[in-house]
């Protein structure tokens, strides 16, 4: 159950997604001002290059350069990480204006020139007068016909799947929407608040907050100011969360005393969820087969007052530690591991990073997963299957084929498990969430119910 989604997706999604999500803290110094200097160019170009080898994670490699730069400020961090997630976001463009074979210093000064639309004054005492005659010809270029892929800032592959489930206008969209920077949304933790009181104290802190507009947990952050040390934050009443993750929760309907199971846990942020809403009664036990993710688990329980949580590493799917557990699970949630291309707003390098053969060999991997946490569903329980992913295959196409293999499970329309919790969400039997409609990552999630031993 490797979440080799990165899921430091993602579930890199603000205070505790590590370092480079804390570099946002502000917003970029406005160009216009000429507030960039030599030296953060220099750096930005570093990080730039180090994130273009692809052989890590750019937040990854963002955060190492943050621990290794520590004399970083807070302005001149959020300056690296937005502009290196522009040029991620618009990589197939800023390649067609500065060529195929750009360095990532001629990356940044065609990202500059067009994408921030920079005055030529900003580039004075940061290229060569010989640089500074190519960007003016890079702001002057005009492009001419391009693909689908092209102008969708896609791989040709990852938009030939799309057009699978989208006509081309609807891959146009999808893709401004996940070119767009994510917002900050926070769950209030329902052991220690509710959503009108954290409202109420982040406004008479200065924050811009409002409440969600799907989950009835989630709160939205205007910008995205310092929370590592807020007092709520520190007392554990709140957690980063995006608003379309919740709803995930809200679909397995976690209650008092129940036997709960998070079998793809990770660092735990769903995990976290599901003990609030059983209000920290029952067993919820939280499995995964890195060691690290779930360590990072235990200190953020103990924020949250939760002690029904029970973390435990697992070599894979059919661990002998799982049958001791077989049939006696009310519900079970499966985040299954994925492309993550839902999560592109906040991890724009997974469409580069990722390919048909790893899409592949996630779907298999989904199968197999999906059919061992069903074992561990009793009769009347149950099973939540979800990603973030925007493909078929690893959605519909892993369902379905789980279904007609086991008869005993039938499917339960997500839009009236949300309806009863007051989420009114036009969504269908299956919940499926676009960051261009809904202003969420990309989710996809399916309900079934064990009814019966086949």
Known sequence: MNKSNDKSRNKARGVSGGAAKKAAVKSA????????????????????????????????????????????GHRDRGFIAETVYGVLRRLRWL???????????ELLLAWFARGEGWPMRNFEGLASATERDWVAAVKAAELGEASLA?????????????????????????????????????????????????LARLREDGITAEPGSLSPQAVRLS????????????????????????LLGLLVQPRRGELVVDFCAGAGGKTLQLGAMMRSTGRLYAF??????????????????????????IA????????????????VLVDAPCTGLGTLRRNP?????????????????????????????????RLVYATCSLLA??????????????????????????????????????????????????????????????
Do not use: C, Y
């Open 288 to 313: 995964d087969v890195a060691e690290k993710r779930l360590a990072k688990l235990k200190p953020r329980m103990a924020r949250a007052g939760l002690s029904n949580v029970h973390p435990m590493l």
């Open 95 to 105: 390649r067609r204006l500065a060529g195929d074979k750009a360095t990532p210093r």
């Open 223 to 246: 910008g995205k100011p310092a929370l590592q040390k807020h007092p709520l934050f520190l007392d554990g009443s709140f957690e980063v969360q995006d608003e379309g993750s919740q």
């Open 349 to 381: 390098d997974l469409k580069w990073r990722q390919s048909p053969a790893a899409v592949d060999e996630m779907v298999a991997k989904q199968g197999a997963i999906l059919a061992a946490a069903a074992r561990l569903v009793r009769p009347g329980g």
């Open 29 to 72: 110094p406005a160009a216009a001002e000429g507030a960039v200097s030599r030296a953060l160019f220099i750096q930005t170009t570093q990080v730039l290059g180090a994130v273009l080898a692809f052989e890590f994670p750019a937040d990854a490699v963002l955060s190492r350069h943050f621990r290794d730069n520590r004399e970083l």
């Open 393 to 454: 295959e690893e959605n519909d196409a892993v369902v379905d084929a789980f279904l007609a293999a086991h008869l005993q499970f039938r499917p339960v329309v997500a839009q009236e498990v949300l309806d009863k919790q007051g989420v009114k969400l036009e969504t269908g039997e299956r919940l499926r969430l676009l960051p261009h409609v809904h202003d969420t990552d990309g989710f996809f999630a399916a309900v079934m119910e064990r009814v019966a031993d086949a």
């Open 316 to 331: 894979h799917e059919n661990d002998a530690k799982l049958k001791r557990m077989a049939g006696k699970a009310d519900r």
């Open 150 to 198: 092209e102008r969708a800032d896609l791989p040709d592959w990852l938009a030939e799947r799309l057009l699978r489930s989208f006509d081309e206008a609807g891959v146009l969209a999808l893709a401004q929407g996940l070119n767009r920077p994510a917002p900050l949304d926070l769950r209030a933790n329902l052991l220690k608040t509710d959503r009108d009181s954290l």
